[in-house]
Nanobody
Framework: VQLQASGGGLVQAGGSLRLSCTASGRTFSNYRVGWFRQAPGKEREFVSAIVWGGGSTRYADSVKGRFTISKDTALNTVYLQMNTLKPEDTAVHYC??????????????????WGQGTQVTVSS
């Protein structure tokens, strides 16, 4: 399975972007789809995840109330709507899939397939 992340760009602080993650080769059925990000010089960190089947969602504390993860079953696509963006959100954002349990969704080592990443830059 190949994942494709898109939708990144340059935006001013307070602005919004919507990232998309699509899969080729199979559907997201039976998977959990996560978003991670990595800023220069920093470790990759968990942003959000969604359980494809039930739709349950999880967020990092740093993005709660600002980001929303959602899915479109017909398009086999997961979205990350990012509002009220801050300069500290600047990073390469990656989508990935896993079949791990709920309590491990924040753990990048549990994800088996990754997209190529899309750059999000927020200017102050």
């Amino acid at each position: 399975v190949q994942l494709q992340a898109s939708g990144g760009g340059l935006v001013q602080a307070g602005g919004s972007l919507r990232l998309s993650c699509t899969a080729s080769g199979r559907t997201f059925s039976n998977y959990r789809v996560g978003w991670f990000r990595q800023a220069p010089g920093k470790e990759r960190e968990f942003v959000s995840a969604i359980v494809w089947g039930g739709g349950s969602t999880r967020y990092a504390d740093s993005v709660k109330g600002r980001f929303t993860i959602s899915k479109d079953t017909a398009l086999n696509t997961v979205y990350l709507q990012m509002n009220t963006l801050k300069p500290e959100d600047t990073a390469v954002h990656y989508c990935a899939i896993t079949q791990t349990i709920w309590s491990h969704l924040h753990d990048s080592s549990r994800y088996t397939h990754w997209g190529q990443g899309t750059q999000v830059t927020v200017s102050s």
